[in-house]
């Protein structure tokens, strides 16, 4: 029996199946065991493509670069790694073999590549020694690390730029800058960072190498660029070991550079931003003692010291080397309330060596100052009548008792105290050493009603130690007086004084109890009785018991407590040395 049709063509169909399925077999086994497929030209397989390529290589240019060679296989015949050195060439004048030649070309710093090389492009029928078999296809896993051309020069990118500059750096010029230097592909090799000291030098003059030395050029205080230079530029062939990481040769040098600070050694102090009062009457000399408030600061702006945090001003001679040179120049010619800045190069300052930790060595220093006041110790009190009564017929003198108000207050304005804050007048004795000498001097000779501004500098006023907590040491101050009203004082000297003929038994009038002595209260009694008869005068301002006392002291001789007819006496019949009677 014959199978059906449809049977027959079922059973074809699987043979069918299973003859291709065996040929595709026989296929792929035979495509396992194959030999290679030659190459016409190179394969590249691009393994890591960094984001940003500023540039990439050119037929001309020097590169540096690690790699791998393998054969097909994956065995290894050679690398760079292995040698601990790059592999260092121009690109396109056949110091390579044809096929890197061409897979250099187009690749970025820090891009990967597996590069395929047929053997026509590579060692060819020759070979090379044991190491490379004749018509071998090679593969390199390469990695670039560098590229430049002997035509290049400094390249510049500047990423920051401050918003005032008001002076570059040129030629000759004295610099201090923190720096991150790197190759092309990264790698660190040395920070000035790390140290946390900047790094200072001279430009232009040979101090550095030739691409630092021009890259710096122009920079802004504050001011941040990205410095590239070439080989020829940096350390050339050899490198330098001198850094933790060296600095291989032939390599490109690329510094993040930040300027902190600059000046020439022909510098002098410049005065800025001056904020002059108006009147100023009189500017700061040599000689002058000067009190100010200061802010210092580097050049970049960094705080280090300040007046105001001390709540206390600064306080010295100017012009006598009480200060560093810089500042010594710079506050002469200032006026009481003025501010400036004063931006002090280091030869003026201090120095190479700086102070330490705050002012690094060979550091400008910024001065924004504010004068408080100043004086001269050859300065009396000056005084400005500001008005004065008609009819003045008698002024003030030493011994008169006084009536006044004031407004006291420092050169600055700030106020100290006020007799009309307590509504009632300052009450002195002229001469008595009960005021500060200068205010002693802005009285005298003034007229009821009259009105006066007087300074008084601090030698004759509250002297360096001031007064704590109301005035402070060495300021000068300022009174606004007004005279309100005066009696006149005893002659000098005196501490009574007669209306009247004197009496002939003065003693005897002492003496109530006729015992032939004047006890303490019989003589306070009688002089007492004696001024409110209006007969005598006690000398104004004091208290009236304690000059009694004083003159009853200086008639009881002996000390006993009592007066004699021996022991009392007139002034007239004293020694010149006794006030009273």
Request: proline share 6%.
């Amino acid at each position: 029996l014959f199978p059906s049709f449809s049977s027959f063509v079922a059973v074809k169909m699987i043979q069918c199946a299973q003859a291709c399925l065996y040929l595709s077999v026989l296929v792929a086994f035979a495509a396992c065991n194959a030999p290679p497929v030659p190459l016409d030209d190179i394969f590249i397989e691009k393994t890591f493509v960094p984001e940003e390529c500023v540039r990439a290589v050119k037929v001309g240019d020097y590169v540096r670069y690690h790699y791998i060679g393998m054969f097909p296989d994956g065995k290894k015949f050679d690398s760079s790694y292995d040698r601990g050195n790059t592999y260092n060439v121009f690109v396109g004048k056949k110091q390579l073999i044809e096929g890197m030649d061409k897979a250099l070309v187009g690749m970025c710093v820090n891009e990967r590549r597996l590069v395929k090389i047929p053997p026509q492009l590579a060692y060819g029928k020759q070979g090379y020694g044991d190491i490379i078999p004749a018509d071998s296809i090679l593969h390199f896993d390469v990695l670039l690390l560098d590229v430049w051309n002997p035509e290049d020069g400094v390249q510049i990118k500047t990423y920051h730029t401050p918003a005032t500059c008001p002076r570059k750096v040129e030629v000759s010029d004295f610099v201090r800058y923190h720096y991150n230097g790197t190759l092309l592909d990264g790698t660190l090799f040395d920070s000035s960072h790390t140290r946390m000291r900047t790094y200072d030098t001279y430009v232009g003059i040979g101090w550095l190498i030739a691409g630092m030395d021009q890259g710096l050029l122009g920079m802004c205080v504050g001011e941040r660029r990205i410095i590239t230079m070439p080989p020829s530029l940096g350390y050339g062939e050899n490198g330098d070991g001198e850094y933790c990481s060296d600095i291989p040769g032939q390599a490109s040098l690329v510094f993040d550079v930040v300027l902190l600070d600059f000046h020439n050694p022909r510098d002098r102090i410049t005065v800025t931003n001056q904020k002059v009062p108006e009147p100023c009457t009189r500017k700061a000399v040599a000689g002058d003692f000067v009190r100010y408030h200061y802010n210092g600061s580097l050049l970049d702006g960094t705080f280090f010291d300040s007046s105001y945090s001390r709540n206390r001003t600064y306080d010295t001679y100017v012009g006598q080397g009480y200060v560093i040179a810089g500042m010594d120049e710079g506050l002469i010619g200032v006026c009481v309330g003025e501010r400036r800045t004063i931006t002090i190069p280091p030869h003026l300052g201090y120095g190479e060596e700086g102070t330490g930790t705050k002012i690094p060595g060979s550091a400008v220093l910024v001065f924004d100052v504010h004068i408080i006041d100043f004086h001269n110790p050859s300065d009396n009190t000056e005084v400005t009548v500001t008005y004065k009564p008609e009819g003045c017929d008698k002024q003030t003198k030493k011994g008169d008792f006084i009536k006044y108000h004031y407004n006291a207050s420092l050169m600055d304005g700030t106020s100290i105290d006020s007799t009309y804050n307590y509504a009632k007048t300052y009450n002195i004795v002229l001469g008595a050493n009960q005021i500060v000498p200068g205010m002693e001097d802005g009285l005298m000779d003034m007229c009821v009603g009259e009105k006066r501004h007087l300074v008084i500098p601090p030698h004759l006023g509250y002297g360096e130690r001031g007064v704590t907590g109301e005035v402070p040491g060495s300021a000068v101050l300022v009174f606004d007086v007004e005279l309100v009203d005066m009696e006149e004082g005893l002659p000098e000297g005196y501490m009574f004084i007669w209306n009247d003929e004197v009496s002939p038994d003065l003693f005897a009038e002492m003496d109530k109890d006729n015992d032939e002595q004047v006890e303490p209260s019989e003589f306070t009694d009688y002089i007492i009785r004696q001024v409110n008869e209006g007969k005598g005068r006690l000398a104004p301002g004091f208290d009236p018991y304690r000059i009694i006392d004083n003159m009853f002291s200086n008639q009881d001789r002996d000390g006993d407590g009592k007066i004699t007819v021996a022991e009392f006496k007139l002034k007239a019949d004293e020694a010149a040395a006794h006030d009273e009677l």
